[in-house]
């Protein structure tokens, strides 16, 4: 009798620790959206590298196709006679430029852990931040002032992320190369022509309207 007590004693102490364990081996999923893109990022470098790739294009075209278009506005500004005249010229070079600056993001990224919270890519991130917001500021918002001091903000950032970036792995330094030479061009440009019209010239158009899509 007393071996029948001391066996059922142990068949319910076993089945007692087993479900003990499974509640500790089952915590509650606390996992987001943000979370599940992350981790599909680490775990397919193809998919990283095409994603990290088309960021910048992306969210520069989504901001200008939400962007007034005020085309007319800025054909009757005066631009430098050096200036690119045609957007079939500067968009094709703006998104070769972007794609490798994507790129360099990625090898950066890959290089660093696969971690986001870096220095290198905090400044990237405010390089893309600004670059973004320049079409709306500059047309959609009718500011010569305030593009070419966005202009200003946007190269001192991207060459703080070429700086960076160089750190950690050269050859995505020497990507970020031409894309900051096309923001030399374009902060040249935009303090060019705030100097030259300080004034709005809706009610009077220049002489010389060279209507510009260039940036």
């Known amino acids: ?16 620790g087993s479900s003990a364990k499974s509640k500790e081996a089952k915590p509650a999923c606390s996992c987001s959206i943000n979370d599940i893109f992350i981790s599909l990022l680490k775990d397919h470098p193809c998919l990283s590298a095409i ?4 960021i ?3 969210g520069f075209f989504l901001i200008v196709d939400l962007t007034e278009d005020n085309g007319r506005w800025y054909s009757m500004l005066e631009h430098p006679s050096w200036g690119v005249t045609t957007g079939e010229i500067y968009f094709p070079l703006l998104l070769t430029v ?3 600056q994507g790129y360099a993001a990625f090898l950066v990224w890959e290089e660093g852990g696969k971690r986001w919270d870096t220095l290198p ?8 931040f600004f670059l973004w917001i320049h079409f709306p500021i500059f047309l959609g918002f009718r500011s010569l002032k305030w593009g070419a001091v966005d202009m200003c903000l946007t190269i001192s950032a991207a060459a703080a992320t ?33 100097s030259k019209n300080s004034r709005p010239k809706e009610s ?9 899509s260039g940036g």
């Open 1 to 16: 009798m007393d071996d029948t007590a001391v066996l059922i004693d142990d068949i319910i102490d076993h089945y007692d």
């Open 98 to 100: 972007n794609f490798l």
């Open 51 to 54: 994603a990290m790739t088309m």
């Open 121 to 128: 890519l905090a400044f990237y991130g405010a390089n893309l």
């Open 56 to 58: 910048p294009n992306f």
């Open 162 to 194: 070429t700086y960076f970036f160089y750190r950690e792995n050269e050859s995505a330094g020497f990507l970020m190369i031409p894309y900051v030479l096309l923001l030399f061009y374009d902060t040249m440009r935009d303090i060019w022509m705030y």
């Open 204 to 212: 009077k158009p220049s002489e010389k309207t060279n209507p510009s």
